[in-house]
């Protein structure tokens, strides 16, 4: 069993930054995929990235590509995902998960995060 917590969550302005963490405990870090997705109120859980175990691969949609980046430091079993000039648009509960494959699939991944709250003001 995988726990996943995020944190780092909050207000800012369009065109500012956050950053979420994502700590996990359970099971051997290293070896899962870590992933992060988004949902706005009223739309579909959408993938947000994803990053291989040893950290070498990452995967992101062309609406968050060159904004925002994933990371992740196997010693402390925590994944990150730096987000850069935000939009409105980001406003979401943001959820990290763990899985096998890295692919935008919420199917591929079998443990999540409670989530936490971004929201970006005009």
């Known amino acids: 069993q995988v726990r996943l917590v995020e944190s780092g969550g909050g207000l800012v302005q369009t065109g500012g930054s956050l950053r979420l963490s994502c700590a996990a405990s359970g099971g051997t870090f290293s070896s899962y995929v870590m992933g992060w997705f988004r949902q706005a109120p009223g739309k579909e859980r959408e993938f947000v990235a994803a990053?291989?175990?040893?950290?070498?691969?990452?995967n992101y949609p062309d609406s968050v590509n060159g904004r925002f980046t994933i990371s992740r430091d196997n010693a402390k079993n925590t994944v990150y995902l730096q987000m850069n000039s935000l939009k409105p648009e980001d406003t979401a509960v943001y959820y990290c998960?763990?899985?096998?494959?890295?692919?935008?699939?919420?199917?591929?991944?079998?443990?999540w995060g409670q989530g936490s709250q971004v929201t970006v003001s005009s």
């Open positions: 990053i291989s175990g040893s950290g070498d691969y990452r």
């Open positions: 998960a763990c899985g096998r494959v890295v692919i935008p699939r919420k199917d591929a991944y079998n443990y």
